[in-house]
T-cell receptor, first 110, second 116 residues
Framework: GQSLEQPSEVTAVEGAIVQINCTYQTSGFYGLSWYQQHDGGAPTFLSYNALDGLEETGRFSSFLSRSDSYGYLLLQELQMKDSASYFCAPPSGSARQLTFGSGTQLTVLP | IAGITQAPTSQILAAGRRMTLRCTQDMRHNAMYWYRQDLGLGLRLIHYSNTAGTTGKGEVPDGYSVSRANTDDFPLTLASAVPSQTSVYFC???????????????FGPGTRLTVL
């Protein structure tokens, strides 16, 4: 079976750095994806880690440790527009379907 | 450039009625997916299709059916709607199953369905 754990809520101020952790248990692990979803909107892809280590894309970075079944999303120089839900989603199964956790609601305060 | 379109945007439906949610993509992606998202929760996979002519069951397939007659369209049908199917439905697509090397799926804007 699959299980994912993320914090349900995180609050930070503009300009700060925040880390959203994800621990997982999946069968046939391929990697870890991260998606962002604003209220009322569609999820959008942020990053994907196939291998251990850090992937950097602008203000966002994502990290994976396969041995620890753990990953995190790091958001730097927070902006108000970063207020959204963030989901870790490992692909699994023969079709590499995404399994989404319940997500982390990030609130950025002025 | 449309990407993925879904119709209708929202719908209120009486229980027991049949409903088809439409999804069309113009990116020539091979794989397509249907998810439901209940209030405050993550997305759950209903059905998927790795390529035209094939479909598979996801995590919560009961009460739903899909077809994939061509590359672009992937309709989701509720044969006899029940209140527990009240949710926001997202269609997604990816170039290859799972999203390829970068595992990226592209999502439509969603359909908000209320079953009374």
């Amino acid at each position: 079976g699959q299980s994912l754990e993320q914090p349900s809520e995180v609050t930070a101020v503009e300009g700060a750095i925040v880390q959203i952790n994800c621990t997982y248990q999946t069968s046939g692990f391929y990697g870890l994806s991260w998606y962002q979803q604003h209220d009322g909107g569609a999820p959008t892809f942020l990053s994907y880690n196939a291998l251990d280590g850090l992937e950097e894309t602008g203000r966002f970075s994502s990290f994976l440790s396969r041995s620890d079944s753990y990953g995190y999303l790091l958001l730097q120089e927070l902006q108000m527009k970063d207020s959204a839900s963030y989901f870790c989603a490992p692909p699994s199964g023969s079709a590499r379907q995404l399994t989404f956790g319940s997500g982390t609601q990030l609130t950025v305060l002025p | 450039i449309a990407g993925i379109t879904q119709a209708p945007t929202s719908q209120i439906l009486a229980a027991g009625r049949r409903m088809t949610l439409r999804c069309t993509q113009d990116m020539r992606h091979n794989a397509m997916y249907w998810y439901r998202q209940d209030l405050g929760l993550g997305l759950r996979l209903i059905h998927y299709s790795n390529t035209a002519g094939t479909t598979g069951k996801g995590e919560v397939p009961d009460g739903y059916s899909v077809s994939r007659a061509n590359t672009d369209d992937f309709p989701l049908t509720l044969a006899s709607a029940v209140p527990s199917q009240t949710s926001v439905y997202f269609c997604a697509s990816s170039d290859t199953p799972g999203g390829g090397s970068y595992n990226e799926q592209f999502f439509g804007p969603g359909t908000r369905l209320t079953v009374l």
